[in-house]
């Protein structure tokens, strides 16, 4: 009759914790998963067949935890079956603890230790993180103090202290005034043939530029005072900038493809060709200074004409006198000899 009761407790055990782990919807999968005991183990609870467990050890065990696991209360199940389940623990049982569960203790060591390893460097992360919040502080507020001083140095020199930084200010307003800008190059055609054209302008008072700018190939020729610039050939769009000195009186460009070519004196175009009426235009001169040059060589000419003038006529006065001198000498010696021909005869 005990034999009895005692296999009804047993299946009512398998069936109590089967029926509590469907209630909760945990398969046996999830029930492996969650409580680390074998599957096969679950299995032989649930059929009352203990004696696929290790041993009596581990049918308390497994129960005990099976039981938390689906919501039932463990103790008091071990107590309501205590008469039934083993009690002692042998050393079999502790040479299959590593077959049977997988150890949880193992497990939590292993995610503690990752965890507590974290831990170690939190004192030094965030003292590094202060350091780097209070080095930050620091350089923003020397920016602010930068700032701040370049602002009152601008706004000090920009007010006048006293009568003598005034003065300093007029003088150093009058030196920074700018000189008057040069007057532009005048160019004045002089003379054209058709194959030339000649301009004069004012003196140069400062160096400039000849720009040359050929559209097609050509030959050129820039000579200053006798003396060659530029001898070459220029591609086509090629520009040639030539300076020329402000001690230049005559400039001489010879252009080997007329219609093709730009030329710029001072920034200013150089129309030789009249608007393409001359395309045969292969010499143009520039005489820097002539008028004045003509001017003065005038002047000089007539002084010269009026001084050979004035020779000339002294030349004929003195000439005039001598030939009355000699005729006045003439006569006398003829009276002289007729006088002394009539004494000479009495």
């Known amino acids: 009759m005990s034999e009895n009761n005692s296999e009804q407790k047993h299946v009512e055990i398998g069936k109590k914790l089967q029926a509590a782990r469907q209630a909760k919807g945990y398969t046996l999968d999830d029930l492996q998963q ?20 290790p041993g009596d050890f581990y049918v308390r065990a497994f129960v005990k935890q099976y039981a938390n696991t689906v919501g039932l209360d463990g103790d008091d199940l071990l107590k309501e079956y205590e008469d039934d389940l083993p009690k002692a623990k042998t050393a079999e049982y502790s040479d ?22 974290s831990r170690k460097y939190v004192p030094t992360i965030i003292i590094t993180v202060v350091i780097i919040l209070v080095l930050a502080a620091i350089w923003f507020t020397a920016i602010a103090r930068s700032h701040r001083d370049s602002s009152t140095r601008i706004d000090n020199s920009s007010v006048s202290v006293s009568g003598e930084s005034r003065k300093k200010a007029s003088s150093s307003s009058k030196k920074a005034t700018k000189k008057p800008a040069v007057a532009a190059l005048k160019l004045k055609q002089t003379s054209r043939s058709g194959n030339s054209v000649t301009y004069t302008a004012d003196k140069l008072k400062a160096d400039t530029t000849l720009q040359i700018n050929p559209t097609d190939r050509a030959w050129m020729q820039v000579r200053a005072n006798n003396n060659d610039l530029l001898n070459r050939t220029l591609n086509a769009n090629d520009k040639a900038k030539i300076k020329v000195g402000k001690d230049t009186t005559s400039l001489v460009i010879t252009v080997g493809n007329a219609r093709s070519t730009k030329l710029k004196i001072d920034n200013q175009t150089i129309d030789f060709t ?56 003439t006569a006398t010696s003829n009276v002289n000899n007729r006088q002394q021909t009539n004494t000479q005869t009495r």
């Not at 009426?277 to 010269?304: A, E, H, K, L, P």
């Open 96 to 117: 299959h603890i590593a077959q049977a569960v997988e150890s949880r203790a193992s497990q939590h060591k292993t995610i503690g230790n990752p965890v507590s390893k």
């Open 34 to 53: 969650i409580t680390k005991i074998q599957k096969r183990y679950l299995i032989a609870i649930e059929d009352e067949k203990f004696d696929e467990l």
């Open 274 to 329: 009249d608007n393409g009426r001359y395309q045969n235009t292969r010499t143009v001169t520039i005489n820097f200074g002539s008028q004045q040059d003509s001017s003065s060589t005038s002047s000089s000419n007539s002084v010269t004409s009026t001084s050979s003038q004035r020779t000339t006529n002294n030349s004929s006065v003195a000439s005039q006198t001598n030939t009355a001198n000699r005729q006045s000498t």
